[in-house]
């Protein structure tokens, strides 16, 4: 009986990460944008732990596999893209008014082909080819927080949209990113992770909300000038 539980403690925290993406997207369409954001973040954590938890209990499944890109799409990809949906509505367009906003809506397609591409690539085992889903989510939370400058400034609401086709193909891309995944403490093998771990905190406590949004294009740039594709495994 026990072991039947504990089976299961990986996919039910995966279920949280859901459900944390429901009502991200709930609160999206509602238009809060904070409460989104704390309900994606709140996602990541699930996801996160959903991992961990597999890792110590030695519980790997095909369908925890399944279920863990399921909810990814929804809490790091339908979620923002309906932030974006919104913020974008918010903006008075020359043309196309009712159009435009749902342009948003390419972040969950590229989204879900990311996962697909990332499930069935067995080159991204311990760092990533193409910009992760979680990573494009929290620059557009980070984006979102400030929608009235985009309302206000259409020139600048014209380089959000230029921004999700951009941040659409990072995602689908070939290009070598690494991954915070620690395989020991050394300076030596993780040097690029303590600089851009220390640069990070610097920028979300000095930006705040618009710092999440600093972080991923600081690891974005980190990743191309010093991260080589040779050493993708």
Not at 62 to 78: A, P, Q, W
Not at 185 to 198: Q, T
Not at 209 to 229: C, D, E, H, P, Q
Request: overall charge neutral.
């Amino acid at each position: 009986m026990a072991n039947c539980i504990i089976r299961h403690i990986p996919n039910a925290i995966t279920c949280c990460n859901l459900l944390s993406g429901c009502m991200a997207v709930i609160s999206a369409l509602n238009g809060d944008s904070q409460t989104a954001f704390l309900w994606i973040a709140a996602g990541a954590v699930a996801d996160f732990l959903d991992g961990m938890s597999a890792r110590i209990l030695k519980c790997y499944s095909s369908i925890g596999k399944e279920l863990d890109s399921l909810s990814d799409l929804v809490t790091f990809g339908v979620a923002p893209a309906m932030l974006c949906l919104k913020m974008l509505g918010n903006v008075e367009w020359p043309f196309a008014q009712g159009f435009i906003p749902y342009l948003g809506l390419v972040i969950a397609v590229a989204s879900a082909l990311r996962l697909a591409k990332f499930n069935t690539d067995t080159r991204q085992t311990s760092s990533f080819l193409g910009l992760a889903v979680p990573a494009d989510a929290l620059f557009w939370c980070g984006i979102v927080q400030n929608g009235s400058f985009f309302a206000e400034r259409q020139w600048a609401a014209w380089g959000l949209i230029a921004a999700i086709f951009l941040f659409a193909w990072l995602m689908l891309s070939e290009i070598p990113m690494f991954s915070l995944k620690f395989r020991d403490l050394s300076w030596r093998d993780n040097w690029l992770r303590y600089v851009f771990l220390a640069i990070s905190l610097v920028l979300l406590v000095t930006l705040g909300y618009v710092g999440m949004s600093a972080v991923i294009v600081w690891y974005i740039l980190l990743s191309l000038i010093f991260f080589k594709k040779k050493d993708v495994a």
